[in-house]
Structures are given as structure tokens and as C-alpha cells.
């Protein structure tokens, strides 16, 4: 695009009351909260899909999303584009140990895993896979340890082009660094095509993880399974406190008596301290 055309851009920006409208709906759809301070992010990621779409400013764009029957389609990009994706292998990679440690402790003390159930866990808001990936090869690990040792994964987000993303299972040398290299070699393949610098998850990974598309503030959570652990982190900060502590609330159901639920490290529980014992900063157990 010529510099001219950049500037132009640049000037393009939201009415006050296009961005309320943008804001208003994301918030309706996702809990996330978009506050006036956001304007600058929020034109800035609009005008990726005003440019693919073609309009030639934001506002044309945003009454193209609200206003036209064709526009209904586009809403779910609108949000995609909003939804805050940063992830990656191996973040805050305690919350890893304290797995480690756990699992190695329930061994112990029942020297064989202690019923034919699986041990599950959520991934919600899993983003682009990174985590639930990490998980897999955690888990892995310890099954090839303990083959007596039987897991699943449910790794859910809002962002349908963040499940394409995950389901894939393909990222960048660059990303996969954090995975340490014995564990890379155990479980990752390198692209035929050298040149592209990618990666591909094992199919033993990928096989051990259902992706899905979930939001966390509609009223589905009964449809699903218990879980011994459910990591939601860095998803419920963008969200009001009434939305997190719903979510919380919904989570409480969805744990096996004493099952585990471990946010992000900026998070903290709101509200619903009678339902969880806090066991470390960020970890938190079913009462
Ligand atoms: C910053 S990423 C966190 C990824 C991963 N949990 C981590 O800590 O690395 C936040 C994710 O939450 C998802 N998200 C936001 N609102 C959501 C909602 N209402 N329901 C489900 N997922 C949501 C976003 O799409 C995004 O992928």
C-alpha cells in the first residue's frame, strides 16, 4: 500500500458512536471488556478487515457488519479480530510443574491411577493451541512412565480461526522454542519443506485432544464432562467481575470433588472464595 494510502488509513477514524456500538456487542458476545482506552486497538485491528473487505473507511465497514443481512456473517470475524489471542508453549510454565507434582503425588498414594476414568482436563480459551499442545506432551510424558495412566484433553475457544489454528497443529520453529529439545524431538516433526521453518504436532498429541468451539458465558456447561482440572488463564481478564465470578461459579460444577482450577498469573478469584481453597497463587481447589 503506497504512504499516501497509509495516512489515509491512519485519519480513518471511529465515531464515538461506532465504537460504542463495536464495543457493545463484543462485550454482549464474549464478556470482553473494551473500554474507551481501546479505541486506537480497536480501529487498528477493524482495518485489517476493512482492507480484505474493501470498504473505504471504518465507518462504512461497521454499518456494513450492523446494518446489512450480509454483514450478520462478518460479525463473527468482528470478534475474532477483537479477542486477544497471545499464548504460547509452556506459559507460565509453574503452573506445568505444580501438574508434575500433583500427578506424581496422586501416583503415589494409590500406586496404580485410581479408577478406569480417564483424567481430564479443560483447556478453556485455549487460543491457538499452545496450551492444550503443552498439556498433551505433559501428560504424555507421564503416561510413557505410568502406562496404567489414561487422559483426555478438551481444548475450547470462541475464536473459530484460533480453533483452525490449534486443530492444525503447525507452528513456527520460533514458537516451539519453549518446548524443551528432548520433548521437541519426542513429539514434534519438522515440515518436508525445510525452507518454511515449521513444525507439525505428533499425531499421538493431537489424537489426545478434542478442540471445540465454546463461549464460557452461555449457560452450556452442563452438557459437558467433569474435569480433575480445568485451566482457564489469562481469558477471564478481559471480562467484567459479574461475568468471572459466573464463570467460576459454572466451572465449581464442572470438577470432580477436589478437582483443581488454575488461572492465569495477572488473575485472581472474584467472588466464589467459599467454593475454592486457594493452594498457591493462581491455584485454586474445589471445596
Ligand atoms: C490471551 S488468550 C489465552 C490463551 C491461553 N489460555 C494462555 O494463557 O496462553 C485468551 C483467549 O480467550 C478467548 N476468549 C475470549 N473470550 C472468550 C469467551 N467468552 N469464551 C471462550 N473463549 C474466549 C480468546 O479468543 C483467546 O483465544
Known sequence: MGIANQMAFKSDRLSEKDRRRVAEFVTHCSGIQLPDSKQSLIESRLRKRQRTLGFSSLSDYVRYVFTSREGCN????????????????????????FLRHYLEHAI?????????????????????????????????????????????????????????????????????????????????YRSKERSRNLVAMSEQLRRCIHFAEFNLLSNNYAHLSCFDIIFCRNV?????????????????????????????????????????????PTIYQKK
Open 74 to 97: 462478518e460479525r463473527i470475524h468482528l470478534l475474532d479480530a477483537l479477542t486477544t489471542n497471545k499464548t504460547d508453549f509452556y506459559r507460565e510454565s509453574n503452573h506445568f510443574e
Open 236 to 280: 477471564m481478564i478481559y471480562f467484567s467481575n459479574q461475568d468471572r465470578a459466573n464463570i467460576t461459579r459454572r466451572f465449581h460444577h464442572r470438577l470432580k470433588p477436589e478437582g483443581m482450577l488454575i488461572v492465569g498469573h495477572s488473575e485472581s478469584l472474584v467472588g466464589n472464595q467459599e467454593l475454592y481453597q486457594r493452594l498457591q
Open 108 to 188: 503415589r498414594n494409590h500406586r496404580v491411577w485410581p479408577s478406569t476414568e480417564p483424567f481430564r482436563v479443560w483447556s478453556a480459551g485455549c487460543s491457538t493451541g499452545e496450551e492444550p499442545y503443552t498439556l498433551a506432551i505433559e501428560l504424555s510424558e507421564f503416561q510413557y512412565r505410568f502406562p496404567q495412566f489414561n487422559f483426555d484433553i478438551l481444548a475450547t475457544d470462541i475464536s473459530v480461526s484460533s480453533l483452525e489454528t490449534a486443530f492444525n497443529g503447525i507452528y513456527t520453529m520460533e514458537r516451539a522454542n519453549p518446548i524443551p529439545e528432548l520433548l521437541r524431538k519426542r513429539y514434534l
